[in-house]
């Protein structure tokens, strides 16, 4: 794939199946900017499945997600422009995602489920099509085999609830090893060490196949990225790649939501009732020992630019917390140069945007940091107690643990808000200023049956 | 055993006090790993075919093989790696274990993996390892009433036969399993390990599928019913195991060895499993019955009950599927295999090897350093599980192959035992220097066994793999050089 600056359309190709597989780069031409939007909007799509699956969404709904996301960002109004947008936006991502093992995995299982859904909303002879494309070893079934167990492969049809196979109808037979998921479910008939496959069933073969096929790419990729494209695109490409996958795509909370303004006054009070856990351990913590390590410090600092504390008001805030540390003079001296910092009013002006969760969650916090994500960083114990101090009842704890122990962050954190405000949330948690304004949007509306300390919305 | 043979042992061998079936005694061991372990017949086994002169052999291959030790003061060396048939000999007959586990074929010698672990790149990681399965009978517990923990009897033992006799049917028909050793594992159950060359290279997630194949236990202690079978039909594999297996074990044999309906509180635990209360009321209203008035005394009650249980939820006017599917259920939560899924599951589980004898003595801390070991394998209730069970380690009893086609005739009341071992080599007067030492002793139908059904058609297929693949790597070098 060549990036070119040029706005130049590619040729339309007629060659390119429905679905690609992404076994070589195409010789496409791309302009920057398409190179960067494409990756985002394919993000955008991996990040919908991630939820789905981490909410627990069952193949029905996932299939009708994934086509919903897929039309919502990967629309192209040319057809052939659609298509290269998919190879694009794809061989981006496996550029960006091919770094680290963390990130390939990621990565690998989340774009396996969108051709998982994909493949299914195909049309059977696409479907063949795309079969014959892997170039599976597999024979169908003969029909003299197929009379043989026709009894077996009846009862496994009843028992799945699909329509009994019928005397033309496709089976391939497959070694066992490579259809493992329907060997653990008892979803296929087995003998002799061969599984044999309906035609409805085959999207668990070609999804083997296609996850191994992307998993020895992204390999390849990294090898390639680490020897050479790193170093030669250092100026162009890098730093877009560099920046991707940390780009958090929701809105970023730079602008406090809705003119809202806090004052130092309330901000002990909000703090008790809106902050998020990883945000109300930092604030505990600075009113104890009156100072924070850096990490921290960026943490709760931007998090408070977006709740609307004024830089007048965070320096004043930080001023009084450290000064009796390590006295006024030295916070004017050495650390409200890095608040005006983050308030793009030092340096080179950048306005900061406040950490979303999946920065912070990636983060590694050291010795005497307080900063990170409460349900990764704390030990259970630890967890326990700090969940219990914030009101969250002992129903509610044990999900929060499950969801810790499979390493879902971001739903434990998503119950501990609801439990905290009695009330669901669909919309999951994915930012730390997300929890602020939504438990603000909650207790505010509970105002009229009693008096809950609140933000003024203007 | 001949108690003649034991006496006579002990007093030759100067009053030691042996209980054979309570202490494994140092001196014992170590006689018995100096005469009678098959060290050979493990080399071999463990080899694969490697230790031949054919070119295709990977003479590293027994090298990276991972032993474990557990020594007698309760010292645990894991990671120990031989090169050489001498080798591993040597290094039994010094440290004198009281268990070996066997742990997996590593990348690289895993008694080097520090060396490869400062190169920066991961290399050190498991890449050939036995399918293996464990399945111990304190599991079933909750479905046993002559013993419970510790103990084993006649009348429980043929439930790690039927366990055998499933598990081994499907190895065999459904996966295409061929080299499969089926292994008394001394802690009061068995252990299976398939040896195909397949089946050694499994990675973790196919284990898994099969382990999740075998499972039809879903739920817990608080979930009440612990089976079930959904569906309006079962799978083939289901079908089979029922048909061939359970039914007949649980009616004919199950049902009245431990009387199964005997009691309220036992029967009320079946009625527990059917989802329908007037059939339920309806069983219970007679059973109270049956229970004052003594029935005919010939008759077996639990058969007697089961029947009725049987013709009432089978009978036309019991609708649906669900109430039928309960007949099913309840022999599938008694009879059906219990396995230990963690330890088939991951590539680098240990398990203790055959041929092993059980230590009593040092157990509790031997269970500890099995819990140390697996721990990244292992849950917290495991734990208490195990810790739970300790006590069922005991006797000093070999862990010999069992027949899977004569399974029902293995007895584990019988087994050969240390002590008597010892006693039978003494009678034979024999010395170390006699060859097969352990040929007149009871390990010697064990020996001959695994070397017949098992270690000599594994070598004879691990030999044709060896030459096909050595074959067809010089045909793929041959055709590159004429490109």
Not at chain 1, 351 to 357: F, G, K, L, N, V
Not at chain 2, 105 to 126: E, I, L
Not at chain 2, 249 to 269: A, G, I, V
Request: proline residues 5%; glycine residues 6%.
């Amino acid at each position: 794939m060549e990036i070119v600056r040029p706005q130049r359309k590619p040729p339309s190709g007629d060659a390119v199946p429905t679905l690609p597989l992404y076994r070589s780069a195409p010789p496409l031409e791309v302009r920057l900017e398409d190179f960067e939007l494409y990756a985002m909007d394919r993000l955008r799509v991996l990040k919908g499945i991630s939820d789905g699956l981490s909410r627990g969404k069952k193949p029905e709904e996932m299939e009708k997600l994934v086509t919903d996301l897929w039309k919502t960002h990967m629309r192209h109004p040319h057809a052939p422009d659609a298509a290269n947008k998919d190879i694009i936006s794809h061989f981006v991502l496996r550029l960006v995602y091919c770094r680290t093992e963390e990130l390939r995995k990621w990565f690998l299982s989340n774009e396996t489920a969108l051709f998982r859904y994909r493949f299914l909303a195909q049309t059977p002879e696409a479907q063949r099509k795309l079969m014959a494309e892997f170039d599976l070893p597999y024979k169908a079934v003969s029909s003299t085999e197929f009379e043989g167990i026709k009894d077996k492969l009846s009862q496994v049809a009843r028992l799945l609830g699909h329509s009994l196979p019928a005397s033309d109808a496709l089976f391939y037979k497959v070694p066992f090893e490579e259809v493992s998921e329907l060997v653990a479910g008892r979803r296929v008939f087995i003998q002799k060490g061969y599984a044999y496959v309906a035609m409805n069933q085959v999207v668990s073969l070609v999804v083997t196949q296609f996850r191994s096929l992307q998993s020895k790419a992204l390999i390849l990729t990294n090898r390639k990225w680490t020897s050479t494209i790193r170093e030669e695109e250092k100026d162009r490409l890098t730093p877009i790649v560099e920046a991707l996958c940390t780009s958090y795509l929701g809105p970023d909370y730079s602008q406090p939501k809705e003119f809202s303004e806090v004052s130092i006054k309330d901000i002990n009070q909000i703090a008790k009732s809106s902050f998020p856990l990883c945000m109300r351990h930092l604030f505990e913590k600075l009113r104890e020992d009156h100072h924070l390590k850096h990490g921290g410090r960026m943490q709760l600092g931007l998090f408070l630019k977006g709740v609307g504390l004024k830089l007048e008001d965070a320096l004043a805030f930080w001023k009084a917390e450290f000064s009796q540390k390590v006295g006024a003079e030295r916070f004017d001296k050495e650390y409200a140069y890095s608040i005006r910092h983050n308030y793009g009013r030092e340096g080179k002006r950048t306005d900061y945007t406040p950490y979303s969760c999946q920065k912070i969650i990636s983060s590694t916090p050291g010795v005497g940091d307080h900063h990170g994500c409460p349900y990764r960083h704390f030990s259970e114990e630890n967890l326990r107690a700090a969940l219990c101090r914030m009101g969250v009842n002992s129903g509610a704890m044990e999900d929060v643990m499950e969801k810790v122990r499979n390493r879902h962050y971001q739903l434990a954190c998503t119950i501990t808000f609801e439990a905290i405000h009695g009330s669901s949330y669909d919309a999951g948690i994915n930012h730390p200023n997300q929890y602020f304004t939504d438990s603000q949007k909650i207790l505010k509306s509970k105002l009229h049956f009693g008096d809950v300390p609140s933000l003024k919305l203007m | 055993m001949s108690d003649d043979g034991r006496e006579e042992a002990d007093n030759q061998r100067d009053q030691m006090s042996i209980d054979a079936a309570e202490e494994v005694n140092p001196n014992h061991l170590k006689l018995y790993y100096g005469r009678l372990f098959p060290y050979a017949d493990m080399f071999k086994w463990l080899s694969y075919g490697n230790d031949g002169k054919h070119p295709g052999c990977d003479a590293s291959f027994f090298g990276r093989r991972e032993f474990s030790f557990t020594l007698d003061n309760d010292v645990y060396l894991r990671f120990q790696s031989f090169n050489t048939l001498p080798d591993l000999e040597n290094s039994i007959k010094d440290k004198s274990p009281s268990k070996i586990d066997i742990g997996p074929v590593y990348s690289v010698d895993p008694s080097k993996r520090h060396a490869y672990a400062q190169s920066g790149v991961n290399v050190f990681t498991p890449v050939e390892r036995e399918l293996v399965f464990d399945i111990d009978i304190t599991d079933y517990d909750d479905v046993r009433y002559c013993c419970s923990g510790a103990d084993v009897c006649l009348d429980c033992w043929p439930l790690m036969t039927v366990a055998i006799k499933v598990i081994d049917a499907a190895l065999r028909e459904d996966f295409g399993f061929n080299h499969i050793l089926w292994v008394f594992s001394g802690r009061r159950g068995v252990h299976c390990w398939v040896c195909d060359g397949k089946a050694r290279r499994l990675t973790n997630e196919q284990r898994a599928a099969i382990a999740d194949y075998f499972r039809v236990y879903k739920g817990n202690e608080n979930s009440g019913k612990k089976v079930s079978l959904a569906g309006p039909v079962l799978h083939p594999f289901l079908v089979r195991s029922y048909a061939d297996f359970l039914k007949d074990f649980f009616e004919t044999k199950l049902l009245s060895s431990q009387n199964l309906f005997l009691t309220e509180e036992r029967y009320e635990k079946i009625l527990e499993m059917i989802p329908d209360n007037s059939v339920t009321s309806e069983l219970r209203g007679k059973w109270q019955q049956n229970t004052r008035r003594s029935s005919a005394p010939k008759e077996d009650i639990n058969l007697v009950r089961w029947a009725q249980l049987k013709s009432t939820l089978q009978s036309g006017k019991q609708k649906g599927q669900g109430l039928r599917r309960c007949v099913e259920e309840i022999v599938f939560c008694f009879a059906y295999p219990r396995l230990d899924m963690e330890v088939s599951k991951h590539m680098n589980h240990l398990l203790k090897a055959p041929f092993c004898v059980h230590p009593k003595t040092g157990g509790y801390l031997d269970v500890l350093s099995v819990l140390e070991m697996n721990a990244s394998a292992m849950k917290e209730d495991q734990f208490s599980h195990i810790t739970r069970c300790y006590h069922v380690i005991l006797s000093g009893r070999v862990c010999v192959p069992i027949d899977p086609d004569n399974c029902d005739e293995f007895d584990p009341t019988r087994v050969p035992m240390l002590s008597q071992l010892l006693g039978e080599l003494n009678i034979e007067g024999r010395t170390a220097d006699d060859g097969n030492v352990w040929d007149g002793t009871s390990l010697g139908k064990s020996i001959r066994f695994f070397r017949s059904s098992f270690l000599q058609p594994l070598l004879k297929s691990c030999k044709e793999e060896i030459e096909s693949s050595y074959s067809s790597k010089l045909q793929q070098s041959k055709s590159s050089i004429s490109w």
